[in-house]
């Protein structure tokens, strides 16, 4: 218990705070380890949120069977994290910031362990009309959530909820804004050759690039999953 309570304390200091982190407490030699129960305490808080508009969303209760869709639903996140990881240190090498792969993967993690709590809050409107368009077509392949965003902003309603959806939309996008200049001001801050331009360069096109493989391969995973979840229940009641 005293570990857990630990793990979250250091969480809330170094992934939620990330500002006050330091290039040099990423590359000391148990940062990797910290850094990595950063990141999964940030994954089961924005999982856990999900998981809750999920269960808004469709109006059902949790069974033992949805327990499966967790460990997935982790999973395809865990995998979507590790590649970020990589593509980014390719990135720096071919630019010429020749950084450790473990030194990256330290930034990364602490950065989207507080990065991805915040989104999982700030994106919670838009993913529950996601999953109500995605339980109705059941087409893994399409865009329910850049769908749900554009619908949510085009509906007539009342102005107080057109704010609160605006809000929503600019704090994600600040959010994601904010631990990404974090991580290239960690980034640059390590090894021989320094380069703040550099890193944004590789940073921008590893984002970019993983951006690519989110669309294609780890949306269209995640949705297959919500649609079978739903659809099992469905077929059940």
Known sequence: MADRIAIVAVWFEKSLQIGRLKPGEAASPKALRE?????????VFSRAVFVLVYFASTGQKFEIGDAIGIPLAL???LVDAALFVLLLHLCLLLVGRRLRLRHVATVCCYALGGQLPFIAVFTAYFRYSAIQL????QDPSLPYLGAAITSALEQRQDSSIRILVLVCLCLA?????????????????????KSTAR????YIA??????LAMIYYFNPAMWL?????????????
Do not use: D, E, K
């Open 35 to 43: 850094a990595l129960a950063c990141y999964l305490t940030g994954l």
């Open 75 to 77: 999973l395809v996140q």
């Open 134 to 137: 995605a339980l109705n077509r």
């Open 173 to 193: 996008v600040a959010t994601i804004l904010f631990y990404s200049a974090h991580i290239v001001r960690l980034l640059s801050g390590l090894g021989a050759a």
């Open 199 to 202: 890193t944004w360069m590789a």
């Open 206 to 211: 590893g984002f970019c690039v993983n951006g």
């Open 225 to 237: 999953l919500i649609i079978r979840l739903g659809g099992s229940r469905g077929s059940t009641q």
